[in-house]
């Protein structure tokens, strides 16, 4: 029995505890991280979370989500392939005079290069400082300056696109609305204009006044001519020329007047007609006007929109600040030894524990001694 659990306690604690100081006194090789800090700032107005203002830790929506996006960039396959052209990621990990745990498969597929870039590259984010940190793990101190720098050039770039297209989508938006304005204004008075076009249809009076003005003035020459006619009678003989001249000008005045006469009622009678309608397409005329005018306050409204639009996108600018350039480290963060020491020690303690007891458990199931 003795001899059964010192075995045990040989096999799951005492040999991986010693493969383990081994590996990290003699082979594993020293890794050096940089650090920096940064955070993502943004001008114009913020967006503040209404339930964190409520609770007391509100922060800027816009600054934290950028953060994450950032955050989301860098552990992503897109920052490797932007990053090709500042370094070869296979050549600075996938180095032979390397420890096999530690370094890059030289024959390892993206998606492997991708887990392992994770790996290397860690970033935290503070929400309350909305301040972001970036760990980078490489096997040379200058290696890891060089891959943090590289980051955030390609980091800021993301941020500026951003930027850039927030601005773009705010103005488009703007102008769309403006488009739109602008073509209701130029229906709203097309109609306008052409309904005028047809303004004597809802002005039959004018016509009506104009007829019996001309029938009062013929009628007013008609009565001169007749009071001459009846002067000269008095004086003359009815077929005296004067008498004949002054009888024919007052015929044809006479019959002037009942030939304006009728066609004056003929148009009133037509005028009746347009005249149960005037009503009607007056209050129409008035519509179209009310419209007109509506479109043209809302053009000017929407007109001021797209300047007050172009000025917040003018303001409104993201930009990543660093706020702790990384440094070039003196001493390699891994491996840490009396931290992996530690970790390794309580790791083969667990194993040799869950080991003891699912080997106790068997033991009693099947009624060993």
């Known amino acids: 029995m003795k001899l059964f659990t010192s075995a045990l306690f040989w096999l799951f604690f005492l040999i991986p505890m010693g493969l383990g100081i081994t590996y990290y006194y003699k082979y594993a090789s020293p890794q050096y991280e940089a650090i920096t800090h940064f955070t993502i700032e943004k001008t114009g107005k913020p967006q503040v979370d209404p339930f964190g203002a409520l609770t007391g830790l509100s922060g800027n929506v816009a600054s934290t989500r950028d953060a994450l996006i950032i955050k989301d960039f860098i552990e992503s396959r897109e920052v490797i392939e932007q990053t090709k052209k500042d370094f070869d990621i296979r050549k600075l990990y996938a180095r032979e005079d390397k420890d096999w745990l530690s370094r890059l498969d030289k024959d390892a597929s993206m998606e492997d290069i991708v887990n392992y870039w994770r790996s290397k590259v860690s970033i935290e984010f503070d929400s309350a400082s909305g301040i972001a940190k970036l760990h980078v793990l490489a096997f040379e101190p200058s290696d890891a300056v060089k891959i943090i720098n590289a980051i955030l050039k390609v980091s800021e770039n993301l941020v500026n696109n951003l930027s850039e297209k927030a601005r773009q989508d705010s103005l488009t938006f703007s102008k769309k609305e403006l488009r739109h304005a602008e073509e209701k204004l130029r229906k709203a008075r097309n109609k306008v204009s052409q309904f005028l076009d047809k303004g004597q249809i809802i002005t039959p009076e004018k016509n009506i006044e104009k007829k019996f003005s001309l029938i009062a003035s013929l009628e007013a ?18 077929n005296a020329p004067k008498v004949k001249a002054a009888r024919n000008k007052f015929n044809s005045l006479k019959r002037q007047v009942q030939k304006e006469r009728s066609k004056s009622i003929r148009s009133m009678r037509s005028n009746d007609k347009k005249s149960k309608t005037a009503g009607t ?89």
């Open 281 to 369: 397409l007056i209050a129409k005329r008035e519509a179209l006007i009310s419209d007109q005018n509506f479109a043209e306050k809302a053009y000017a409204s929407t007109l001021l929109g797209v300047e007050q639009a172009r000025i917040e996108a003018a303001l409104q600018h993201r930009y990543l600040t660093i706020i702790v350039k990384p440094q070039l480290p003196e001493k390699p963060a891994k491996p840490d030894q009396p931290h992996d020491y530690i970790v390794l020690l309580l790791a083969c303690l667990l194993l040799w524990g869950i080991s003891s007891l699912i080997i106790a458990s068997i033991r009693d199931h099947a009624g060993w001694v």
């Open 221 to 238: 020459d008609l009565a001169k001519s007749e009071a001459e006619l009846r002067s000269l009678r008095l004086s003359l003989h009815d």
